[in-house]
C-alpha cells in the first residue's frame, strides 16, 4: 500500500475547473488500479500553507513546526504526489508558490553538503510526482510563462521523480474555450488513463 498526496493548486471551484476535471479521471482510474493506497487531499485554498507568503515579516517563522516543517514531513512520508497545477499569469498559483517555498527548505528537501559546484542533492528521492497542468493559451504561446517546466524542475531538483507532466493547454481560445470542463478533458482522457495506470 502506498501513500499519494493531491495537492490543489487551483482558484477555481472544482466544477467549474478544467485541472479538477484532469484530476478527477486520472483518481478514478488511479483507484481501479491502487484500490487500498490511501489518498491524502490538501486544499491549499484552505491552508495558512496556500495562503502564507514570504516577508520579512514572516521570514523568522515561516519554517516552523506548525506550518514548515509539517508539510516537508508530510512529503517525506508519503511515496507519491499529484499536483494540480493551473497557469496563473504565466506561473503556477500563489497558493502553489506559497506551499513550494514552505517546503523547498535546505536541509531538509535538498542539500548543498558534498555536491559538486553548481549542483544539490534533492532529499525527496523515494518521492514520485505527476503533474498535472493547464493553461489558457496553446502551448508555446509564451515561452518565457512555462509553469510545467518551474514545477517539473523544482520537484526533480528536491530530488523527486516526476512522471511526464500531462498539459491541457489552450482552454481559454476557440474551440476548448465553448466547452465544459468534461468536454475538454475528454480530448486528453487516454492520456491520464495511461498516466494514473503507470503511477
Known amino acids: 500500500m502506498s501513500k499519494l498526496l493531491v495537492i490543489n493548486g487551483s482558484v477555481i471551484p472544482s466544477d467549474k475547473s478544467n485541472s479538477h476535471e484532469m484530476a478527477r479521471v486520472f483518481l478514478e482510474e488511479y483507484k481501479k488500479v491502487n484500490p487500498n493506497d490511501e489518498i491524502i487531499e490538501l486544499d491549499l485554498n484552505k491552508l495558512v500553507v496556500g495562503t502564507n507568503v514570504l516577508t520579512t515579516e514572516t521570514f523568522s517563522t515561516y519554517w516552523g513546526e506548525e506550518e514548515g516543517m ?98 491541457l493547454a489552450g482552454v481559454k481560445v476557440e474551440p476548448l474555450s465553448t466547452q465544459s470542463p468534461k468536454e475538454i478533458v475528454s480530448s486528453i482522457t487516454s492520456d491520464l488513463i495511461a498516466a494514473a495506470k503507470k503511477f
Open 70 to 167: 509539517k508539510y516537508i514531513n508530510q512529503l517525506k512520508d508519503v511515496d507519491k504526489l499529484l499536483v494540480i497545477a493551473p497557469m496563473y499569469n504565466f506561473h503556477v498559483s500563489g497558493m502553489l508558490k506559497n506551499y513550494i517555498d514552505h517546503v523547498a527548505l535546505a536541509n531538509q528537501t535538498f542539500s548543498y553538503k558534498y555536491a559538486t559546484k553548481g549542483a544539490s542533492i534533492g532529499l525527496l528521492d523515494k518521492l514520485k510526482v505527476q503533474i498535472l497542468a493547464t493553461q489558457g493559451a496553446p502551448k508555446g504561446w509564451y515561452p518565457w510563462g512555462d509553469h510545467v517546466a518551474y514545477l517539473k524542475g523544482t520537484w526533480e531538483f528536491m530530488g523527486a521523480k516526476v512522471a511526464e507532466p500531462i498539459l
